[in-house]
Structure formats: C-alpha cells, structure tokens
C-alpha cells in the first residue's frame, strides 16, 4: 500500500516537475513563464518530498522533507515575485507594453 | 523577549532538525548558532503574531487546494496544443496587515490559480498581479478578499487596540525596538 502511495506520489511530482520545465520553455513571455516555475514546480517537489516521507518513515527523514518543504513554500514564489516585479518595473517604467521582454 | 526566546527555539529546531537527532550536542550547537544567527542579524519587528489554530488549519487547507487547482490550471495550459493565454497585469487591493502577513498574502496569490504576485504596494496596500487567462479585476479580488479575510482570522489582531492598524506602524518607530536594524 505505502508503495503504491509512494510510486503515485513520486510519478505525479515528477511529472509536474517536467510540466514546469516544459512550460518555461513554451509559455511566451517572461511573467507567463514565471507561472509555470512557480505552482507546477513547488506541487511537484512537494509531492516527490511526501513520497520521500512515506518511502522512508524515520523521524529524522521526515524532519528534514518537512523543513526542505517549507523553505521551497517561502522562497519559490519569492523568487518569482523577485524575476516578476524586476520585469514589471522595467517594463512599465518605459510604456504598459510586456512585449519587449518577450523571447529575453 | 518572549518572542526572542520564540524564535531561539524555533531556530533550534530547524538546527535540530537538519542533523537529524535529537542528542544533547545537537540541541547545544543548536542553541549557540541561533544566538549567533539572532545577534549577527537581529530581527528588526519581534511582535509575535498570534495564531488561531482553527482558521490557520483552514488557511492551510484552503492554500493547498489553490495550490493543486493551480498546478493542473497551469499544466493544462502548458501542454495544450493551441494556447489561449491572455496575459494581463491587475491591481488588487489589500486590507491593512502587518508587514509579515502581507508578504504571507504575497507569497499566496502566487501559488494559488492564474495569478502571480509582481509587485507589493505600500500606500494604499495593494498587489500587482499578474494574471495568465484573462481573469477580470473582479474576480481576481473577489479572491484576494477571500485569502485577506483567511490570513485576518487565522492571525487575529495583538495588543490592546484590537486592530492591524496598530501593527501596519513602522517598526521602526516603535519606541521597545527602536535602532535595531
């Protein structure tokens, strides 16, 4: 059962993992291509973490998946808050227009 | 100091944690790097937030179904084979918090669907959001409204006045932690 559970998790993670990078290569511009480094990525390493958790069972393991876990939560949508709000600010300062940092 | 002595141990934790064990040398070593840590970069607001367990635990629980809605939101929108994505920057506004759950309110609205947090705002407390599939203004803080109201409850107001007025204050300007930036 902890297997299955395990495999499910760590499969689903991965695949969002590929989903991300995926769509950072597809999505158009920079901001669409934060979207993609943000949710798909942290629900991925989240997921391969809880299979990590549930594969292993040590207090300790589980101690460190939990603390990885939130250091991914806070600094994943900092970072991409931080690439975000440097793009917004560059490009509204010259006109409303996100097209020129298209393709960068 | 309460709140200093809070933060010491959570610190420890965290020291505890990384090794591994819990073993007198661990939680020692633990407890000298958090004086350290603490002394070398003093934390300049130590009002410490009050939590109630109830409304966090549905913060959290709320968060998380964002988090999945907005996972597979995205991932469909990846691997689509003819993408519609409409782009837009919006401005939502926010209700007055203190400094820490406005970035909690930040870090949310970029994990939650369709919307990434670009910029914060100071006067008036707003978020520039970026928004991937054409959202509208309302929407968008219909569901800000939503998680402000969330953070509100699972971080009820400290202190006397009963309001997170008194905590949007410069910390700074408060008299107890003046200078310690």
Do not use: C, Y
Not at chain 1, 21 to 39: E, N, Q
Not at chain 2, 12 to 37: E, H, K, R, Y
Not at chain 2, 56 to 69: E, P, Q, S
Request: aromatic share 4%.
């Amino acid at each position: 059962m902890i297997d299955v559970l395990t495999s499910i998790a760590v499969i689903t993670g991965a695949a969002l993992a590929l989903v991300a990078a995926i769509g950072v290569h597809r999505l158009p511009d920079v901001l669409s291509r934060m979207h993609a480094a943000t949710k798909p990525a942290t629900l991925g390493i989240l997921l391969v973490l809880i299979g990590v958790a549930l594969r292993d069972g040590r207090l300790a393991v589980i101690a460190k998946v939990a603390l990885v876990a939130a250091l991914q939560f806070l600094t994943a949508p900092t970072g991409a808050h931080m690439v975000g709000r440097a793009v917004h600010r560059d490009t509204t300062e010259h006109d409303d227009d996100l097209d020129p940092v298209d393709g960068v | 100091m309460s709140a200093r002595l809070l933060t010491v141990g959570w610190l420890t934790a965290v020291w505890v944690a990384l090794w591994g064990g819990i073993t007198p040398a661990n939680v020692l070593s633990g407890l000298v790097a958090a004086g350290l840590v603490l002394t070398a970069f003093p934390i300049a607001s130590r009002r410490p937030l009050r939590i109630n367990p109830l409304w966090g635990a549905v913060l959290v629980g709320w968060f998380l179904a964002g988090l999945v809605r907005a996972s597979a939101t995205v991932a469909w929108q990846v691997i689509r084979p003819r993408s519609r994505l409409r782009p837009t920057v919006l401005t939502a506004t926010l209700p007055a918090l203190p400094p820490a759950l406005r970035v909690l309110m930040a870090d949310a609205v970029s994990l939650t669907p369709g919307t990434l947090t670009l910029d914060l705002i100071e006067d008036p407390p707003a978020l520039h959001i970026h928004v991937l599939d054409g959202a509208t203004a309302d929407s968008v803080q219909r569901d800000v409204d939503t998680l402000a109201r969330l953070v509100q409850r699972a971080f009820p107001p400290s202190g006397a006045s009963g309001d997170h007025r008194a905590a949007m204050a410069d910390p700074r300007t408060r008299p107890d932690e003046g200078g310690r930036r």
